[in-house]
């Protein structure tokens, strides 16, 4: 992961998910980029306000971003990035992250304390939209342990797809526990002989993995997967997204908005 990207809420504090990301940035040698998106100003009218208030508070937030910016760079250097950036986006939070995301490797994101339920949806379309795996980091986890990373595998395309662009991340783990569920797709497999062995692939990417069960109700299988990680003591579950994206909508699959609603340890995501 050589270029992490994280969006920054606050101009003033860096907060828990910024030094995760910075942590994750420092292990893999990489580089940090901090994006604050700023909302689309609307049209409000304030009685006994003109437009000279407007202005004023929109010129003392870009004093606010400069300041930002001088001392992000700083501080992400001083842990332990190799180098660091600073950007600045006005617009729809997923529709920047996505664009940004295309040209980074990995995308750290945190919920919206303040808003827990907006921020699920927000995050939604998010994992949908990037282009890049993301990593959802829960507050009071400033640390990115990676000796102990945990693997959901459902035999699907979509959580494959998590493993192989979490390599770089495995490689950093001593021990890798495969979280394993469900059955295969019959169907899907028609025709391939041999059918395709995970256990064989992690083989061959030079990764050793302990082989775990996990047996219960679907509806329960993202609280399962991050019980089961922590019960392993992992320091992060690496999981398939489920979903689709449209222009005015987002859905995803009932483990994936688990994790996003509630999920204790990061979570990395590949949609």
Known sequence: MRDVLVRV???????????YAADIAALTNGTLTGVYVEPVPLPIAVPGAGADVVVAARQSTRVDMDHAARDFVTWATQVGARQAFWQVAEGDAPKVLARLSASHDLLVVGRDPYEPLASVAELGEIVVASRAPVILAPSRRRDAMLGCIAVAWNHSQEALAAIHAARPL????TKIVLLEGGAPDLRAQHGWNPPFDIMRYMSWQGFRVERHAIRGESNEAGEMLVRAAQRHGAGLLVMGAYGRSRISEWALGGATRAVLF???????LKH
Do not use: K
């Not at 809420?9 to 030094?19: E, F, M, P, T």
């Not at 495995?170 to 783990?173: E, G, K, N, P």
């Not at 509630?262 to 990395?268: C, G, H, K, T």
């Open 170 to 173: 495995l490689a950093h783990a």
């Open 9 to 19: 809420r606050d101009l003033s504090h860096w907060g828990d998910i910024c030094a």
């Open 262 to 268: 509630d999920a204790s340890l990061p979570v990395f």
